[in-house]
């Protein structure tokens, strides 16, 4: 028998997981396939695949840059969604050991994906960015995600960010920090921000069953 379970687990997903993700949809596909790499916290499947999702929702195409990406299922989840991304860079300063069983797992399942994407063990600071990419980065901590904005703004490209552990001490809360908790008015002055730069930005949320730190910013410069 199958019981309901917590999309907010750390536990691993494993074999014995497989009969949950036993349905004809994409995302049990995915399931299964990340169930076969048995090594990726329940959460980071959850979590990455309402953000591709969502982001695939507004933006197509792009070479995908997926900044703080730990095992990279972003990366490839955003191909999976849109084929007409060429490549992914997924760049973390420390990749785990266990993100070549994620990769492995997709291209299993997915082969068109072998060689597409380009696992970097780099700080973001060191990658190369460039207009037309689509940046992307889930909970990119604290200031972190200031950083993915400015990688992004600097060659205005697209970008979504899914922030978290913002930094009350040293994150700009704008002029709303009279108003709102010290965590959302950061995340309102980074909307705040790009607007000025002329991006229309989208706010929505992933469900907080998976996770609290759940506000998902998705950002697109104005045409050239
Ligand atoms: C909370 S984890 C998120 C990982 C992944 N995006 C996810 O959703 O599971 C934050 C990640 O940021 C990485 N990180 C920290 N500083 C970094 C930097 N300067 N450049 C790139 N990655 C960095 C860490 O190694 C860690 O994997």
Redesign the pocket.
Known sequence: MVHAFDPSSRSKLTHRDLPRFEGPSLFHAVGRAICEAECLPRK?LF??WEVARRIRRRFRGGRVV??????GL?AHLLLVLDDTSPTAVA????IPESAAKVTAAMIRAWPRLAGRVDLQA????AVDVRAGDLVV?????GA?TD?VLQRALAVGTRVAVLP?CQDAKIGDQGSFGGWLDAPLAIDVERVTRLRLHGYTVRTEQIPEAITEKNRLLLAEPPPA
Do not use: K, N, T, W
């Open positions: 980071e979590e990455a997926d900044l703080a990406c730990g095992h972003l760049a973390d300063v420390r780099l700080p973001m600071a980065s889930v909970h990119a901590c972190l950083d978290c």
